[in-house]
């Protein structure tokens, strides 16, 4: 009897996303008796809110209609489908959206004053041909500044919004200075689509890159609407106020980049690029130890221009190294690496090609070893054996370089299956890295000279 009266074994349970599951027991009049979300048991009438029930909403103790505006906003599955670093770098993307979208109706509206919109005497012909002209060479732009991508854009974006409040004060330059300022805007455009798209990557968790890019889309729609409200405000104050809207844009863009700046610093990427790569390595060689991506991601400059002096390119064609059979038998010889290097020191240049066979892990293996390379000529304390071939460079003729090459690969043998490990614990994904690596691959013999190619 005691054991009637006692807690029932549940029959079955269920959970929402990354949230508590909650138990399901049989009632004595057969119906099911699901425990209540947060709570111990308890009969619940109510569905659980989600896909197939109602609005996206995750159960909990918000009421419909708040779960509901936040399906519109956040991911299916929110926060257990998206990366740790989604949330404060969402608000603070917001924050530099809204920033943005103030100082791009200021800088608009000084724009069509300047086309003559309000002047009577303004050639409506004029002013589309102007507005032809800018939008142009935006499309230009576009083409020809796919390749521009970082920090810098959103700084880019700036610049050109102050350009087109500018423009006015001007007439006699009006059309170029706003030519410039859209062909600005649209090397923004193509920055913002490349980064955003590798950011969707790294948010989305659970295969689930469409819903984040929707939701991502979703937000700034509704950063963008609060903003065109607030405009509608503040462009009757400083219509009159030349001074008083510059002094408007001039805080809204303190706002847009420290904004910006917040947003970059709340990501936590967990993938390697050369940048991160160099502050992973330069720390394992002087202490032994690897940075877990959260310090290395506070440690890497938001600038560009602030990486190692070593040039380093890889998947370069073979033909751009090579034009004898002895210099394809230095590189070959001595390692079974999928990979060939090759090091100048006098222009502290590494170039690598790269076989069809080479996979994610050794693209990573062929950064590290040309990122040694180029620490062998900075100064800062290194391991035994790399410390002895610093000495050797520093004092031995150029032409000896693939030398060196040849004995960091035996250096590598040992070090880089440590250094791998130690990735790996530290939470980095070693399976896929963010190194630019060009397509040419190639193919050789392990022994040139026993054949004459």
């Keep these: 009897m005691a054991e009637r009266d006692g807690p029932a074994a549940p029959l079955c349970s269920e959970r929402f996303g990354s949230r508590a599951a909650r138990g399901c027991c049989g009632a004595a009049d057969g119906r099911l008796r699901w425990e209540a979300w947060g709570a111990l048991s308890g009969d619940v009438t109510a569905k659980p809110e989600g896909r197939h029930r109602g609005a996206a909403g995750a159960p909990g103790p918000a009421s419909p209609l708040a779960s509901r505006l936040l399906a519109v906003v956040l991911p299916q599955g929110f926060p257990g489908s998206v990366s740790p670093d989604y949330l404060p770098y969402q608000l603070w993307d917001s924050v530099q959206a809204f920033a943005s979208s103030l100082s791009g109706s200021l800088a608009t509206h000084a724009v069509l004053l300047g086309i003559g919109v309000g002047d009577a005497h303004a050639s409506v012909s004029a002013a589309t041909a102007t507005w032809l002209v800018k939008d142009s060479t935006g499309m230009l732009g576009r083409i020809v500044f796919a390749w ?10 700036d610049v050109a919004m102050f350009l087109e409040i500018m ?73 009159d106020c030349p001074s008083f809207n510059l002094g408007c844009f ?33 720390h394992f060689l002087q202490r032994g130890e690897v940075l877990d991506p959260t310090s290395a991601n506070q440690m890497e400059p938001l600038w560009t221009g602030f990486w190692p002096s070593l040039s380093l390119s890889l998947g370069v064609p073979l033909h751009r190294l090579i034009s ?14 999928p990979y060939l290097l090759h090091w100048d020191q006098l222009q502290n240049q590494v170039q690598v090609v790269l076989s069809h066979m080479a996979g994610p892990e050794t ?17 800062g304390p290194l391991p035994a054996e790399l410390e002895e071939l610093r000495h ?11 030398v060196i090459v040849k004995e960091t690969h ?10 791998l490990k130690g990735l790996q614990d530290a939470g980095w994904k070693t ?8 397509e040419w691959r190639a193919t050789w013999l392990p022994s040139p000279e026993k054949k004459v190619l």
Aim: net charge neutral; aromatic share 6%.
């Design 431 to 438: 399976e896929k890295h963010q190194m630019e690596v060009d």
């Design 250 to 282: 001039f805080l809204l863009t303190a706002l847009h980049i420290y904004a910006n700046y917040r947003a970059v610093r709340a990501l936590v990427i967990e993938t390697l690029n050369e940048g991160r790569l160099w502050l992973v390595l330069k």
């Design 167 to 239: 423009a006015p004060m001007y007439p006699s330059g009006f059309t170029v200075i706003i030519c410039i300022s859209n062909l600005a805007k649209c090397i923004v455009s193509v920055a913002g689509g490349a980064t955003r798209a590798a950011l969707t990557m790294h948010q989305a968790r659970r295969n689930n890159m469409a819903d984040v890019s929707a939701k991502d889309s979703s937000q700034e729609t509704l950063v963008n609407l609060a903003g065109l409200l607030i405009s509608l405000l503040l462009l009757p104050l400083v219509s």
């Design 410 to 419: 035996q250096v590598l043998d040992k070090l880089f299956p440590k250094f």
């Design 148 to 157: 521009w991508k970082g920090l810098f854009a959103d700084f880019l974006n």
């Design 324 to 337: 004898r059979v002895s210099e394809l038998q230095q590189l070959v010889d001595g390692h079974q690496e």
């Design 363 to 379: 693209i990573l293996r062929a950064a590290t070893h040309g990122l040694v390379l180029g620490a062998l000529q900075e100064e």
């Design 392 to 402: 050797r460079v520093q004092a031995g003729p150029e032409k000896q370089s693939w």
